[in-house]
């Protein structure tokens, strides 16, 4: 059975990724970054959102010598050009402040008032990186529109504004095991399963 580690110290990625290898019948042994944890954190200087998940996951394979698995996502929208893009984690200025990311992107678009304007999407590009400096990376979307005002309490980040294609709920009105099912990263970690097939077996 092959190790496989995933750069992450969010369990709920780990679990997530542990179940699409299990139901595609991949029975890697995938840890999280906490198994390593003098392995230091990788900093995302890429300029998308595919180059720094391969930043991440190379760091981890060098530092590990072990296939490494990393993603790196965020919000796009539209008529902010694909912003706040790569940044998203840190729109206001300060890393992981959900809140002042989300009252600043709302102010942004006061004046959008039409729904069409207000297109966007969550973006995930999820590497795997052998130690060799093999390579793959593969990507997943998540379509819909900017509400005016958060809405739900699952999820995090903008998922209480982000209303997906064909839904009447936010990304934060849904139930995890709902928004596993159509999301951005849920659809590049299932891409990755035929890359994970190929360069592990």
Known sequence: MTRLILATR???????LRSILADAGLRHDLVGADAYPDVPDVRETGVTFAENALLKAHALAKATGLPAVADDSGLCVDVLG????????????????DRANLDLLLAQL??????RHRTAHFACAAAL???????RVVEGQLRGVL?????????????????????????????????????????AFRALVPVVKELLG
Do not use: M
């Open 129 to 135: 990186a052998l130690p060799d400096g093999t390579e």
């Open 147 to 187: 509400r005016h005002k958060p809405s739900g309490t699952n999820g995090f980040g903008y998922d209480p504004i982000l209303q997906p294609d064909g839904e009447t709920r936010t990304c934060a009105e849904l139930t995890p095991a709902e928004k596993n099912a159509i999301s951005h990263r849920g659809k």
């Open 82 to 97: 694909g912003a706040p893009g790569i940044f998203s984690a840190r729109w206001a200025g300060r890393h992981g402040d």
């Open 10 to 16: 969010n369990n709920g990625k780990i679990v997530e």
């Open 110 to 115: 006061g004046d959008i008032d039409e729904d």
